[in-house]
């Protein structure tokens, strides 16, 4: 590296001209970047769609008896959905529809209702961890069912299924 002190008075224009296209240069590419995060934040919400699934699995696995119940398992992938669910709304940024991803438009036409059923699967979902802590199957069953519901609510009006 160059001491800027060892530099003439006339080259130190030049020098700092260079810097300073550096600069631009690292700003762009981090323009870039933000544009792949568009596919990025894509990728995000449907490892997290994903991850609610394998929850929601679980949990139907045990209420039909295919798995053994324990209720801290349903309480802890009622929990994991719930925070899926704080995150929906900032998963879904206006423009980030189309290409590989099943988002209809009517998310951004119509965010309001979408938001109120996200917020709908977080109150549903810690529902069923409170109720997984008393033990009551039937209830634990029905509040399943809930949570269940508003997965369907919200693929039905916002999701259109490519695969
Ligand atoms: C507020 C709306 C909303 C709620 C509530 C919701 N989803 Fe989704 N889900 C979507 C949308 C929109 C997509 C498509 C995302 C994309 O492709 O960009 C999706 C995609 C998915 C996918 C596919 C993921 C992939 O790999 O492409 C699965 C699985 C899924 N959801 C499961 C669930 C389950 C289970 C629940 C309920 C516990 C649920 N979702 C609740 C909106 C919702």
């Given at each position: 590296?160059?001491?800027?002190?060892?530099?003439?008075?006339?080259?130190?224009?030049?020098?700092?001209?260079?810097?300073?296209?550096?600069?631009?240069?690292?700003?762009?590419?981090?323009?870039?970047?933000?544009?792949?995060?568009?596919?990025?934040?894509?990728?995000?919400?449907?490892?997290?769609?994903?991850?609610?699934?394998?929850?929601?699995?679980?949990?139907?696995?045990?209420?039909?008896?295919?798995?053994?119940?324990?209720?801290?398992?349903?309480?802890?992938?009622?929990?994991?959905?719930?925070?899926?669910?704080?995150?929906?709304?900032?998963?879904?940024?206006?423009?980030?529809?189309?290409?590989?991803?099943?988002?209809?438009?009517?998310?951004?036409?119509?965010?309001?209702?979408?938001?109120?059923i996200?917020?709908?699967?977080?109150?549903?979902?810690?529902?069923?961890?409170?109720?997984?802590?008393?033990?009551?199957?039937?209830?634990?069953?029905?509040?399943?069912?809930?949570?269940?519901?508003?997965?369907?609510d919200c693929h039905?009006?916002f999701?259109?299924?490519?695969?």
């Amino acid at each position: 590296m160059i001491g800027v002190q060892s530099l003439t008075m006339a080259k130190r224009p030049f020098f700092f001209a260079a810097i300073f296209s550096g600069f631009l240069l690292l700003l762009a590419g981090n323009i870039a970047v933000a544009h792949m995060g568009a596919a990025g934040v894509v990728k995000q919400r449907m490892d997290a769609m994903s991850d609610i699934g394998k929850a929601m699995k679980e949990i139907g696995a045990m209420l039909r008896g295919r798995l053994s119940f324990d209720s801290n398992r349903v309480a802890a992938n009622a929990q994991n959905i719930a925070a899926h669910g704080r995150a929906i709304p900032s998963l879904f940024p206006a423009g980030s529809g189309g290409g590989v991803s099943e988002a209809k438009n009517s998310i951004w036409t119509d965010r309001a209702a979408f938001d109120w059923i996200a917020r709908d699967l977080v109150s549903n979902a810690e529902a069923l961890a409170v109720t997984a802590a008393t033990g009551d199957r039937a209830a634990v069953d029905a509040r399943y069912k809930a949570v269940a519901a508003t997965c369907k609510d919200c693929h039905r009006t916002f999701r259109a299924k490519k695969r």
